[in-house]
């Protein structure tokens, strides 16, 4: 058992996202990004198969796909095949908790 | 993929906790908890393999284990072997994303 104070993480970087692995095992991958305004991860994906999670802990954005951009609240949730182009845009600083099954 | 707006979900219920499944395949199940003030989940677990992710979204409480309660505020993730025994107590109105991988 792992408890994660995402909070008390080393917040935000100016040239790329911050990105921390709080978690990998053979059942799943977790990882907390925080984003600085403006940064983000652009639309990819990986030819596997497996979803992802991806719910906003703080702060503004957009969930990218193949043809739109929606926007992100906190709260607000992913789901998504990895196999699918996803990708995401911070508009303020913005935290997010992805979970990734099976792990890549 | 498909995206899900948990802030607009149907909120608390006075009775029992609100359980809204999200999403359910294969690899995973992504279930939204929302807890009034008091409610929460006694301390359990199942005797499978896998893993659990808690992370609270909005308000304070508790995170059980078998022989300890650890606060639990915005941005706390939990993650836990479902064959741990593990509970979860809201002190406000909580709420909380569990994802499950594999599937129970």
Redesign the interface.
């Known amino acids: 058992?792992?408890?994660?104070?995402?909070?008390e993480q080393a917040g935000f970087q100016d040239k790329n996202p911050k990105m921390t692995v709080?978690?990998e095992?053979e059942?799943?991958k977790?990882i907390?990004f925080n984003f600085k305004a403006g940064q983000g991860l652009p639309l990819h994906s990986h030819d596997i198969?497996?979803?992802l999670?991806l719910?906003v802990?703080?702060g503004t954005g957009e969930?990218l796909?193949k043809d739109s951009a929606?926007p992100a609240?906190?709260?607000?949730?992913?789901?998504?095949?990895i196999a699918?182009p996803?990708g995401v845009r911070a508009i303020t600083d913005m935290?997010v908790?992805v979970?990734i099954?099976?792990p890549i």
Do not use: Q, Y
């Open positions: 058992m792992k408890l994660v104070h995402l909070n709080i978690h095992s059942f799943m977790v907390n198969e497996g979803e999670v719910c802990l703080s969930f796909a929606t609240a906190p709260g607000d949730t992913l789901v998504c095949p699918t996803h935290r908790l979970t099954a099976p």
